[in-house]
């Protein structure tokens, strides 16, 4: 890989720089420049806010980005877009009435339009040239702020200015000053974030640039997974709106993930990488994963890869996952860890690698987001009494995706309408399910349908279609604008969204699915995709009796496949991993099978056991909490209840640890490596994570939200015989 040099030392605050041979143990904190007037990097910004096409398509440096540059990239995302004004109009307004909470929607997007673009950012940058570096003197955090108050009397542009100091004084570390880099890192302290936009503060933060994109990642806690996002723009508006929300759409997609990862070790996380117009995505991916590794492997060659300024001061390790994008990456990822030096967790840097090659446990081959879905779905059949054959449903995402396919493969009711990229494939009386089940195995989208397999009702609208006559008369003028909004339109028993953009069901269009009667479009819906409803449009469903359980609860099985793909990367050495997980001609070990099996009845259990948690507790308020409330309560009871139990002493009883412990790790693993061998090998915080995760959830699911520390101490006890047995 192109590892491109740049020396820039005069331009960075004195605490990111390399340190010297012998560093101290204490780095004092002393801020550097806002920017550097006299320097090209100044002109090159002047140059930008003139050209609003480089702008709006995303700037492709030559080389890789200066300081200033930086700088200017993290005020457009960090600049405080709503302020006092925002905050006392929300506490005015309810945000669980619908008009209240689409009138702060469209407040808050405006805002965040309209207050700091990136051309006023530029221009604010060369409006303040005696704004110079102190090369003698290096000014401290509060000179630097007086300066900046005496000097700039405009409070719109002190405040793009500020963010340059915020930017200074939250980097821990850095790659910056790296002689070899092939974009630039940043890990930051998440405290600058505003509580008004960001309630849940995050527990770390990357922030990635390169000359051809700009990325992050965020996790909210130390131990934490999640998916590596490509967010594409198709032009250069669509780019601007990319850029604008990139941030925003990582910290929600963190956030739901965090939800999500209630009863596993590993909480949430994410990443996302926006790569320029025309610029090449799979090496925007690797140049942003090579740069924050930079900061994960601690530097020992001069002239290379040289120590590093760490103010965090301890080992991290960020377990990724593959999203939109980057299904195919994951391989590469876990290799270049490995071959970076990474020799003990490189198995468990990356998720989803593909099995034969890297013993990876892939969620379409079996099934596994579907099996939490599932659960969901028969969950309701089976508390209601429904057949499933006679249920009518309606599906978003088709038969070439991982959850459309295997929700067609898995079930056996009655769709009358599934909506993918391709368009929309419709009948009234029921599509046909041998013809469905084929294009799941072919992994084929919707329009490669048979139509000869059609009702007289039936039909077939692709996006690229104009000015087609529907059986009932209707014309669509436009197949991709019919595609986007037909999930509004359809009628059926239950909904299953496998796919779709997030918030495709929003405050704004909500009302579409419920028709002039007050009667919903559905009676079910298990939101599969992620984040497909807002939490808005869930509520306003639920206040018309629909039963709807929100994405962090449904799609959960493929983050439980991943942490126990994680779990085997850190317990097996290489050769146990290259023996047991990866295929030999072609085919798993039974080792590997074993332990697949073990990871779909996890699966199946804890989906199954939330399930019947959120049920009893709506039945037991006679249905006056939401069923999104209860679940996001139960998110955070357990997220909360892990933390205590991770910050107690519980895990340092022996006997405790070792019978919870060897029911936590699959039977598979423990028979195998044996339960000694596993507790010398997996990290401390890792253990604690994992035995954490499993006694709250089992202490939650079983009594309930608002579980008593009575309960706890008859839980306990019940718990310590079980272990004595």
Not at 51 to 72: F, H, Y
Not at 324 to 337: F, I, K, N, P, V
Not at 603 to 609: D, L, M, R, S, V
Request: net charge neutral.
């Amino acid at each position: 890989m192109d590892r491109r040099r740049i020396s820039e030392p005069s331009l960075m605050p004195s605490s990111w720089r390399r340190p010297p041979k012998t560093p101290s143990k204490s780095i004092k904190k002393s801020c550097g420049t806002l920017s550097n007037a006299t320097d090209p990097s100044s002109r090159s910004l002047k140059s930008k806010a003139r050209a609003s096409d480089d702008l709006s398509s995303g700037i492709r440096w030559a080389g890789l980005p200066n300081s200033s540059d930086c700088g200017w990239i993290f005020a457009q995302h960090f600049c405080n877009r709503l302020g006092t004004a925002y905050l006392h109009l929300k506490n005015v307004l309810n945000e669980n009435d619908p008009t209240h909470a689409e009138v702060l929607n469209d407040i808050k997007r405006r805002f965040r339009e309209e207050t700091f673009t990136r051309e006023s950012i530029a221009q604010v940058l060369h409006a303040y040239p005696e704004l110079r570096l102190q090369t003698t003197q290096p000014l401290t955090d509060e000179e630097l702020y007086d300066k900046l108050r005496r000097t700039v009397h405009n409070k719109h542009e002190l405040q793009v200015l500020e963010s340059f100091l915020i930017f200074n004084k939250h980097v821990l570390k850095t790659n910056f000053y790296q002689p070899t880099k092939v974009a630039l890192s940043f890990r930051l302290a998440p405290d600058f974030l505003p509580e008004i936009e960001y309630p849940k503060k995050p527990f770390g933060m990357f922030f990635v640039i390169g000359n051809d994109f700009r990325g992050f990642h965020i996790r909210f806690r130390d131990v934490a997974r999640g998916g590596i996002r490509l967010v594409m723009s198709r032009n250069k508006e669509n780019y601007s709106i990319n850029q604008r929300m990139l941030f925003d759409e990582n910290y929600n997609l963190a956030a739901t993930q965090n939800l999500k990862n209630k009863d596993i070790p590993e909480g949430g996380a994410k990443g996302t990488i926006l790569p320029s117009l025309g610029a090449n995505p799979r090496r925007c991916f690797e140049k942003y994963v090579d740069a924050v590794i930079d900061l994960l492997i601690p530097g020992q060659t001069p002239g290379i890869k040289e120590q590093l300024v760490d103010l965090y001061g301890k080992p991290e390790i960020l377990f990724l996952g593959p999203d939109e994008g980057t299904a195919d990456m994951m391989d590469w990822a876990a290799l270049h860890a490995r071959e970076r030096g990474a020799e003990t967790w490189w198995k468990s840097f990356t998720t989803g690698k593909s099995a034969a090659k890297l013993g990876g446990i892939p969620h379409d081959t079996y099934g596994m987001t579907s099996r939490s879905i599932r659960q969901y779905v028969l969950g309701i059949y089976k508390q209601l009494g429904l057949q499933e054959k006679n249920v009518t449903k309606v599906q978003t995402g088709g038969p070439d995706g991982d959850l459309g396919s295997n929700e067609i493969l898995l079930s056996s009711d009655k769709t009358v309408a599934i909506i993918d990229g391709s368009g929309v494939l419709a009948d009234p009386a029921g599509l046909n399910r041998d013809e469905l089940v084929r294009l799941a195995h072919l992994r084929v989208p919707v329009s490669n349908f048979d139509l000869s397999k059609l009702s007289k009702d039936g039909y077939l609208v692709r996006v690229e279609d104009q000015d087609v006559k529907l059986p009932s008369g209707e014309v669509v003028i436009d197949g991709t604008d019919f595609r986007n909004g037909a999930h509004l339109r359809f009628k059926a028993d239950i909904f299953v969204p496998c796919g779709g953009r997030p918030e495709a069901v929003n405050i704004s269009n909500v009302s579409a699915l419920v028709d002039s009667e007050g009667k919903p479009h559905f009676k079910y819906i298990v939101e599969g995709a992620n984040l497909f409803l807002t939490q808005q449009a869930r509520l306003h469903l639920e206040k018309r009796k629909v039963v709807l359980f929100k994405d962090s609860s449904a799609n959960k099985g493929g983050v439980t496949s991943s942490s126990l793909e994680v779990l085997a990367g850190l317990a097996l050495s290489t050769d146990e991993y290259i023996n047991l997980m990866v295929f030999k001609d072609g085919q798993p070990s039974e080792f590997y099978k074993s332990y697949v099996r073990d990871v779909q009845d996890k699966i199946a259990e804890n989906a199954a056991a939330e399930f019947q948690c959120i049920w009893r507790e709506h039945a037991r308020l006679n249905g006056a909490k939401a069923r999104t409330t209860i679940s996001d309560e139960l998110s955070s009871t357990l997220n909360n209840l892990q933390a205590e139990l991770e910050a107690s002493d519980l895990f340092d009883d022996e006997p405790s640890k070792r019978g919870v412990m060897a029911r936590a790790i699959p039977d598979t693993l423990v028979k195998e490596i044996g339960l000694e061998a596993l507790l010398q090998r997996l990290p401390v915080p890792y253990q604690k994570a994992l035995f954490s995760s499993y006694v709250a959830s089992r202490f939650i699911y079983k009594y309930g939200v608002n579980a008593s520390s009575v309960d706890f101490f008859h839980f306990a006890r019940d718990l310590a015989g079980v272990i004595k047995h």
